[in-house]
């Protein structure tokens, strides 16, 4: 109970942190916050060109919309595990000088991610009109599956971070293991091509981000209700692991200043 | 916790790891396990509690654990063992314009400082005034952080931590900002702090300020509290034990040496080429000298010639305040001056020279100065 009071006495902090996330990004460029859209844009054209010549699968209907549907949520993930597992190591200036709630550091990465994306989602919502999937009320699941989201990063960067203070191995471990994970994420393809691979489906279909994008999907392309059982199996998971995570993390918190 | 207490530390200790080359990756852990860690005891054993209202100075040599402890109080590091409690807002002036972020304006900026302070945007607002008119920056407030002077950008740092307005101010010798104008400017406001009831607990060098500002004063003396209470009396035996180290190191530094043993001798009078009458009956002389040995014993010669006139000791104050970093311990500021005179009787007519030798027992010359003076 004191640690959310000890951060809700921070929230001036997370707000600038936040603001100073978005805006400081991008200053001195030209183009300016508009490279939040345009970075993912050029992601998706670069694999919609691509793609339909390597994959025999590629024959998902409106495969653009598909991509986009995909790779937005996928840039908020790596995003915030990205840049949160540095978030300790990178704010040693203020750390070794100044007390305040560690964690604030953590949250307030998964918040700005959380706001760069719900700008993104502009972009998906566009391309559902421009190529003929439209939108419907189950856009309002939105909020929900990108909480989720948010929660099951905070956990997970909750123990990278702290890590990595100490190896910093952790942080190449990490880039490499998002890598693979994109691939073991249905983004560019579809879930029902490894239907014939037993361990291979197996495996994707634990992913849990198979299962949030999976929800992005249904509520952006098709129109239905999300599989309300996979993303509370994934709420739960991202519980667990804030609950562990931040044990660990409180635990290691007191050598940051020393170790950095 | 006693409720009267701002701070209250218990039977703490903190060491430090050292490791020389401390592998940061994954593979230097692996295979250099543990092979040499050594540990640095800083602080052994401390009591001390630290009432409202209070403001204290820790002093003491470089290396002795005064900010260390100072960090501990903030809860940046934790101790090894025993305990440190606080009780009320806590501010710490460690760093200053942590969290600055040169490509916005000195406003926005003062919103994020004073944010990783823990202040909310309504306390923000309402001292917002206060921090900019402080700051002096004028029309630069709503400039680039990264277009300011080094001077402008500590005195908005210092600005906003000081205006922070906490119950517990933990202040690391920070005072040394911009010019004097503005350090006599953060002076009065701490004062107004302590007048307000604020606990303040500062490191710092300036003795003066220790004197001039505090209430009590703690002496931290290789990693333990040596002295605590009046500043006057604390800081006259912190700088008697200053002058017995520096002794000490100075006569080690000698044996392996490294430094030379030296002396300086001066004569204050006479003048080189003063005239002197024979109605005069005698030639008065003074002067000081000082050396970093013991027992060095001052020899004076005329024309060459050793003589044995009686001598008398003065205090030399002014002496003592030149050299009494470079010798302190050696130094006794009621011994420095001497005089002597020189009956006229025993001199002739014409040029004669005065010579002062600092000598040391076995007759080696530590310093030299010789005047002429002449006898009409």
């Not at chain 1, 600038?16 to 992601?43: A, E, M």
């Not at chain 1, 007390?99 to 706001?115: A, D, H, K, M, T």
């Not at chain 2, 305990?83 to 969290?99: C, P, R």
Request: hydrophobic share 45%; net charge neutral.
């Amino acid at each position: 109970m004191s640690t959310f009071k000890e951060i809700y006495n921070y929230r001036e902090m997370l707000k600038s942190n936040v603001k100073k996330d978005i805006r400081g990004k991008y200053k001195g460029s030209v183009l300016g916050i508009l490279w939040s859209f345009l970075n993912p844009l050029l992601q998706v054209i670069v694999y919609w060109i691509i793609f339909p010549y390597l994959f025999r699968g590629a024959t998902i209907p409106n495969y653009l919309c598909y991509l986009v549907t995909g790779i937005i949520p996928w840039n908020f993930f790596t995003n915030v595990v990205n840049l949160g597992t540095i978030s300790i190591k990178s704010n040693a200036g203020i750390i070794k000088k100044v007390y305040f709630p560690r964690e604030v550091l953590l949250i307030s990465q998964v918040l700005s991610g959380l706001v760069n994306f719900f700008i993104s989602c502009v972009i998906i919502v566009l391309f559902c009109i421009g190529t003929g999937a439209g939108v419907s009320v189950h856009i309002l699941w939105l909020p929900l599956i990108a909480l989720i989201q948010a929660a099951f990063s905070f956990g997970i960067i909750l123990f990278l971070s702290a890590f990595e203070v100490y190896v910093q191995d952790v942080e190449y471990i990490v880039s490499f293991i998002l890598n693979m994970a994109f691939y073991g994420t249905p983004i560019l393809y579809s879930l029902e091509l490894f239907k014939s691979a037993g361990t291979l489906y197996r495996l994707v279909s634990l992913n849990p981000l198979t299962k949030i994008i999976n929800a992005y999907r249904d509520i952006f392309l098709y129109h239905v209700t999300p599989d309300l059982h996979s993303l509370l199996i994934v709420a739960i998971l991202a519980l667990i692991l804030i609950l562990i995570g931040y044990r660990v993390f409180k635990k290691l918190e007191k050598g940051f200043a020393e170790v950095l | 916790m006693n409720p009267q207490n701002a701070i209250e530390v218990r039977n703490m200790s903190k060491q430090f790891k050292i490791e020389y080359d401390r592998g940061n990756t994954l593979k230097e852990k692996l295979i250099r396990r543990r092979n040499k860690t050594e540990y640095h005891q800083v602080l052994k054993n401390i009591n001390l509690d630290i009432k409202k209202g209070e403001t204290v100075a820790l002093i003491g040599t470089n290396g002795s654990g005064k900010s260390t402890l100072l960090k501990l109080m903030t809860k940046i590091i934790f101790p090894n063992e025993g305990t440190i409690e606080t009780d009320g807002k806590l501010t710490s002036l460690l760093e200053l314009g942590a969290g600055f972020h040169p490509d916005f304006t000195g406003r926005e900026n003062i919103y994020f400082n004073a944010s990783i302070f823990g202040l909310s945007r309504k306390e923000i607002e309402k001292r917002l005034p206060d921090i900019i008119a402080f700051a002096e920056l004028g029309e630069f407030i709503d400039n680039p952080v990264r277009t300011y002077s080094s001077g402008m950008y500590m005195r908005l740092a210092f600005s906003v931590a000081i205006n922070v307005d906490a119950d517990i101010l933990l202040i690391d010798e920070i005072l040394a900002v911009g010019d004097q104008h503005f350090q006599e400017k953060c002076y009065s406001k701490l004062r107004q702090l302590r007048d307000s009831g604020k606990t303040i607990v500062i490191v710092t060098h300036s003795l003066d300020v220790v004197k001039d500002m505090c209430h009590r004063a703690i002496w931290i003396y290789k990693g333990q509290v040596q002295l605590d209470g009046d500043p006057a009396y604390v800081i006259d035996e912190y700088l008697k034990q200053i002058a017995k180290d520096n002794k000490e190191e100075i006569k080690k530094a000698i044996e392996s040496g490294e430094q030379q043993k030296q002396g300086v001798v001066f004569i204050d009078v006479p003048k080189d080429y003063m005239e002197f009458y024979p109605e005069d009956r005698e030639v008065e002389c003074q002067g000081w000298g000082i050396a970093n040995v013991d027992d060095a014993t001052l020899h004076f010669y005329v024309d060459d010639e050793e003589i044995h006139p009686e001598v008398t000791h003065r205090e030399r104050k002014d002496v003592y305040e030149v050299y009494f970093e470079q010798y302190s311990g050696f130094l006794d500021v009621d011994q420095l001056g001497w005089r002597i005179s020189i009956p006229m009787r025993s001199l002739s007519k014409g040029n004669h020279t005065l010579r002062v030798e600092n000598h040391e027992p076995d007759g080696s010359v530590l310093g030299e100065k010789d005047v002429v003076f002449i006898v009409r």
